[in-house]
């Protein structure tokens, strides 16, 4: 069966260091691959996207590679901040990328201490 | 544009009873979804519409309705509340061709369901 999966557990860093979130997948073919932040009682928010092709994408602090031969992506923030203390979303277009249908992974939560 | 605007905010139902959460969109998007949210699982989709009257099923359509008679309304009916739905509601919109493209989701703030 298709799954995505992101480490359940909590990323606990300091302040200035850089945080790697995971994202594994079996079983897709995916397109493309996007990540959303969420905060406490808000919904995600849409933060990178990586197509098949592209090996990185960064913006700003963030940087995201996509390695389709190991189905995985990492995501990287760079000289971390307590404002960045979120939980994080992986997601994957299932099937044909025009379906319009996204599946997510069940969120990294990372919390950024001063 | 207000964006995803999601109806209630909160709801208690009793078991049994009917309700219909409300989503509607104003940025013209042609793809709307439902998803829900639960501890340790994710967001999970619930059903989809990429266009007013087309619906389909997503990963736990059970329980569950939609219908898409507008671009801009996506309401989800629960038809007979069972405490197994339970959970934060979440709907959102995309347009697959738009600036970024590629079905970036813009979500609203979710309505928080409890079925006692």
């Known amino acids: 069966s298709q799954k995505i999966e992101q480490n359940s557990e909590a990323l606990n860093i300091q302040e200035g260091k850089t945080a790697t979130l995971t994202c594994n997948y079996t079983?897709?073919?995916?397109?493309?691959l996007q990540w959303y932040r969420q905060d406490p009682g808000r919904g995600p928010v849409f933060l990178l996207l990586?197509?098949?092709?592209?090996k990185e994408k960064r913006k700003e602090r963030l940087k995201v590679t996509f390695d389709t031969t190991l189905k995985q992506s990492l995501f990287h923030i760079t000289a971390s901040q307590p404002a960045d203390s979120a939980t994080y979303l992986c997601?994957?277009?299932?099937?044909?990328?025009?379906?319009?249908?996204?599946?997510f992974g069940q969120g990294t939560t990372l919390q950024v201490k001063p | 544009n207000a964006g995803v605007t999601q109806t209630p905010k909160f709801q208690v139902l009793k078991t049994g009873q009917s309700m219909t959460l409300q989503c509607a969109q104003d940025?013209?998007?042609?793809?709307m979804s439902w998803y829900r949210q639960d501890p340790g699982m994710g967001l999970r989709l619930i059903h989809y519409?990429?266009?007013?009257?087309?619906?389909d099923q997503g990963e736990v359509p059970n329980g569950y309705n939609v219908s898409r008679s507008t671009t801009e309304d996506f309401p989800l009916r629960l038809l007979s509340a069972a405490p197994s739905q339970t959970s934060v509601y979440f709907c959102?919109?995309?347009?697959?061709?738009?600036?970024?493209?590629?079905?970036?989701?813009?979500f609203g703030a979710g309505t928080r369901l409890s079925v006692l």
């Open positions: 959102a919109s995309s347009n697959p061709t738009g600036p970024g493209g590629k079905n970036i989701q813009y």
């Open positions: 079983n897709y073919s995916p397109a493309y």
């Open positions: 990586i197509r098949e092709n592209e």
């Open positions: 997601a994957l277009a299932a099937g044909s990328s025009n379906t319009g249908k996204l599946i």
């Open positions: 940025m013209n998007h042609e793809y």
């Open positions: 519409s990429v266009g007013a009257g087309i619906t």
